[in-house]
């Protein structure tokens, strides 16, 4: 089984940063795919970026040009770097990895206000 552990959330002013980390443990397997999903009350998960085994990233149309996901030094680790943050990037942030099967973490809370 798979656990993966989302740390960095918080609460940040607008047009500050944040620095998410996520870490899986439980295999001895690479994942072909990790990303970074988030949700509000109310609305269903969406995706904010991913990053593939060759490092092929995705972004939604609302993190291109202030969010970067990378690989982290450790194995099945990813980070999400969230820059130029906006009240409305406000959610939990979940973590995915993916590998034949989806795994999630349990979310940290983004928080953007003044």
């Known amino acids: 089984q798979v656990h993966l552990v989302e740390s960095g959330g918080g609460l940040v002013q607008p047009g500050g940063s944040l620095r998410l980390s996520c870490a899986a443990s439980?295999?001895?397997?690479?994942?072909?795919?990790m990303g970074w999903y988030r949700q509000t009350p109310g609305k269903e998960r969406e995706l904010v970026a991913t990053i593939t085994s060759s490092d092929t990233t995705n972004y939604a149309d609302s993190a291109k040009g202030r969010f970067t996901i990378s690989r982290g030094n450790a194995k099945n680790t990813v980070n999400l770097q969230m820059n130029s943050l906006k009240p409305e990037d406000t959610a939990v942030y979940f973590c995915?990895?993916?590998?034949?099967?989806?795994?999630w973490g349990q979310g940290t809370q983004v928080t953007v206000s003044s």
């Open positions: 995915k990895w993916t590998r034949l099967s989806d795994y």
């Open positions: 439980g295999t001895i397997f690479s994942f072909d795919s």
